[in-house]
RNA sequence: GGAGGGGUGGCAGAGUGGUCGAAUGCGUCGGUCUCGAAAACCGAUAUACCAGCAAUGGUAUCGAGGGUUCGAAUCCCUCCCCCUCCGCCA
């Protein structure tokens, strides 16, 4: 337990790394704050970092003394023996303000720390908010309806395909009951996923939904934020939350280990659901199952040496694409820029879907998102590797890597709007045929 | 949920108050031997933080937190986790 009551990750190992690099990179780590737009106190986190190390020394010496009267015990007289029991006495009561004082101290500077963003890839194009995003790549033809295309919303009520009223009633706003062809859609969704992954060699797992505080915030998300910013619904009486995404889960399935360099990469596809509060975005994206507070993911993770992290992170958007290339969806790949990455992002590829319902005459929907963390995550979470050729102290934090494959809802979206014909009917993109067990999505009489 | 057993280094596993950061075995790395390999033999091999250019030194860590003690892997308390058996259950 820390002084604010909360329990934290293990205060003796790795954040206080970063203090280092900070010292070591301040101009760097100053502009990376500027560019990506966000406020951070690093000479804080500098200040903080020499205090701590203060009292740690402090702290240390007198523990040494301590040390000293208990080896001196043994050959002492009765009479030195009293003495040194009064003086051991002193300083234990010296130890103990000076472990607290520490405690903190980098308790203090854990807070400061968690607020300096990751480090940027050079190529990441620089800008404030989303406005300097680039598009990358274009795939794909956007449909051209000889008739106004319907929006997935009036597509799943023509089509029986969802009931938004009964999930409002059973679980309030922005739950949705997906029925007929939607549900099989989902779950071919899934398959057609998973089945690619697992070719591709990524260990399939299904994840728990939900996940400790603590795996959290090493992932870079906020639980403890006020309830009008939080972005994940926490569970009361209990130190867990719902998952908004198996980033969370498949990043905490290795918390705390070292990996053998020989097992690196490793590449997990993991199945499960996602929660989201959608805090402060109220209003937005109402109709439908765009934006909704839960929905289905099949998500890729990867863990790796940081030489080979840049290298995954392509291979995983190639994945990305190569997954909607196969369904048949037009589609745009957007490198995010500097005021649009979060925390724990050094580079974020997003792919949008042409969604020909969406906004007036069509626009383009977020359907997946791949981010190299580096070793932001890996140092919250202490993932570490041993590395093959011992070069000097300590052992490196790995690399992680994330990526979305399938989100459902937003796939199926995009399948609906992009498929549907002029008789109000929906084609099922031909690999999901096996798994649908129907070439046509026609409406129920 | 009930009863019992247990959490020690990469793994296995000893250790019940100081001589223990911790025997031993396996694994790994280096070496000897060999044309090469295996075997055998020799040696090395936890992590983090602090000080230092470094060599090195200091501190902490035997599930977590607290307590007793000059001194805790070892004793006491609380919590967590794992295993076995029983009960319940999709």
Redesign the pocket.
Same mark, same amino acid.
């Given at each position: 337990?820390y002084p604010d009551g909360v329990r934290h990750r *293990?205060p003796?190992?790795?954040p206080?790394?970063d203090? #280092?690099f900070v010292r070591d990179h301040l101009d760097a780590v100053k502009a990376n704050i500027a560019n990506r737009g966000v406020t951070a106190d690093v000479d804080a986190v500098l200040r903080l *970092?020499d205090e701590?190390?203060r009292l740690?020394?402090q #702290?240390?010496?007198t523990?040494?003394k301590?040390?000293?009267?208990?080896?001196a015990?043994?050959k002492a007289t009765p009479e030195e023996?009293a003495k040194?029991?009064e003086e051991?006495?002193k300083l234990?009561e010296q130890v103990?303000g000076l472990d607290a004082l520490l405690k903190e101290a980098e308790l203090e500077l854990r807070k400061a720390l968690s607020v300096i963003p990751n480090m940027t890839h050079p190529k990441a194009p620089v800008g404030a908010g989303d406005t300097a995003n680039v598009t990358v790549a274009e795939f794909g033809t956007k449909p051209a309806f000889d008739f106004k295309p319907k929006d997935h919303v009036e597509l799943c009520q023509l089509l029986d395909l969802a009931d938004f009223e009964a999930g409002t009633k059973v679980a309030g706003q922005k739950f949705y009951f997906l029925k007929n062809e939607a549900v099989l859609l989902e779950l071919a969704l899934i398959q057609y996923a998973m089945t690619k992954l697992v070719a591709k060699g990524f260990t399939p797992v299904i994840t728990p939904d939900l996940a400790k505080v603590e795996i959290l915030e090493g992932i870079g998300f906020q639980p403890r934020d006020t309830a009008e910013t939080r972005q994940v619904y926490t569970v009361a009486d209990s130190d867990l939350c719902l998952i908004a995404t198996a980033e969370i889960t498949l990043g905490g399935m290795h918390a705390d280990q070292?990996f053998a360099e020989d097992d690196l990469p490793k590449r997990y596809v993991g199945l499960s659901h996602c929660f989201r509060t959608e805090a402060g975005a109220a209003g937005r994206d109402t109709r439908g199952i765009y934006r909704v507070h839960q929905f289905t993911k099949v998500e890729m993770f990867a863990f790796c040496t940081p030489e080979h992290s840049d290298a995954i992170h392509e291979e995983i958007r190639e994945i990305e694409q190569d997954i909607f290339l196969g369904l048949g969806i037009p589609f745009r790949v957007i490198d995010t820029c500097t005021g649009d990455l979060g925390g724990p992002a050094y580079r974020k590829y997003d792919l949008e879907a042409w969604m020909p319902g969406r906004g007036n005459g069509g626009d383009w929907g977020e359907i997946t998102s791949t981010s190299n963390c580096t070793d932001y995550q890996a140092r919250r979470l202490g993932i570490?590797y041993?590395p093959?050729e011992k070069k000097g102290?300590?052992?490196p934090f790995a690399h992680t890597l994330n990526g979305t494959a399938v989100a459902c809802t937003r796939a199926i979206i995009a399948i609906l709007e992009n498929g549907q014909q002029a008789d109000g009917s929906v084609l099922v993109p031909e690999v999901l045929r096996p798994w649908v067990g129907k070439d046509r999505i026609t409406a129920k009489r």
């Open positions: 337990m *293990d003796g190992t790795p206080m790394l203090a #280092a *970092d701590r190390k740690q020394r #702290a240390d010496e523990k040494a301590q040390n000293q009267i208990t080896d015990f043994k023996r040194l029991k051991s006495g234990k103990a070292v570490r041993r093959k102290g300590g052992l």
